[in-house]
């Protein structure tokens, strides 16, 4: 696979999951709300997607080293794939209830870091459990800070 594509389908994949999943717990914590957390999810498919792409444009045009056809591929995969992978967390938000669908997107964001990372790792000939604990570590991490932000948010600031 080029290497323009495997960046945007790493990263897209890896800031899709955690990004949306931190949203979600953190919608949810602090509103417990169905269409507020789908909105969320919405929001931010499109517009971190595109927010991502942006950046890994610039950060590739500023290491001088990518022709410009592979920063518009890396740029262009960045979008589709965290767009593609922040959408997948709307299906159980649909057909859930929200509690539900929380849990089940948890488990499908958990799982997704942990294949990329085990593909990535065997791929390159390297140890697998090493960095699953790592990405695993900072996912979990991440939905954690939200789901506390989402409670101090709705303690704090509810009418």
Same mark, same amino acid.
């Given at each position: 696979?080029?290497h ?10 890896? *800031? ?11 919608? &949810? ?6 269409m507020?957390?789908?909105?969320? %999810? #919405?929001?931010?498919?499109?517009a971190? *997607? ?13 290491? &001088? ?19 593609v ?9 649909? =057909? ?5 669908? %929380? =849990?089940?997107? =948890? ?7 942990? =294949?990329?990372?085990?593909?990535? $790792?065997?791929?390159?000939k ?9 990405? #695993? ?7 954690? $800070? ?5 409670? $101090?948010? $709705?303690? &704090?600031?509810?009418?």
């Amino acid at each position: 696979m080029q290497h323009s594509i495997k960046v945007g389908l790493s990263f897209g994949l890896a *800031s899709g999951v955690i990004t949306t999943l931190g949203l979600m717990v953190g919608l &949810n914590a602090g509103t417990a709300n169905k269409m507020v957390v789908l909105g969320g %999810i #919405l929001t931010i498919a499109i517009a971190d *997607s595109m927010s991502d792409a942006m950046g890994i444009h610039m950060s590739q045009e500023a290491e &001088n080293v990518h022709s410009t056809k592979e920063v518009w591929i890396s740029t262009i995969t960045t979008f589709l794939a965290k767009l593609v992978f922040a959408l997948t967390f709307a299906v159980p938000v649909l =057909i859930f209830d929200l509690p539900t669908a %929380i =849990i089940v997107s =948890i488990a499908w964001g958990l799982a997704l870091i942990i =294949i990329s990372t085990y593909l990535a $790792a065997k791929k390159q000939k390297s140890g697998v459990i090493g960095p699953i604990f790592e990405h #695993l570590t900072v996912a979990i991490l991440v939905i954690i $800070a939200t789901n506390y932000v989402g409670s $101090a948010i $709705a303690a &704090n600031f509810s009418s």
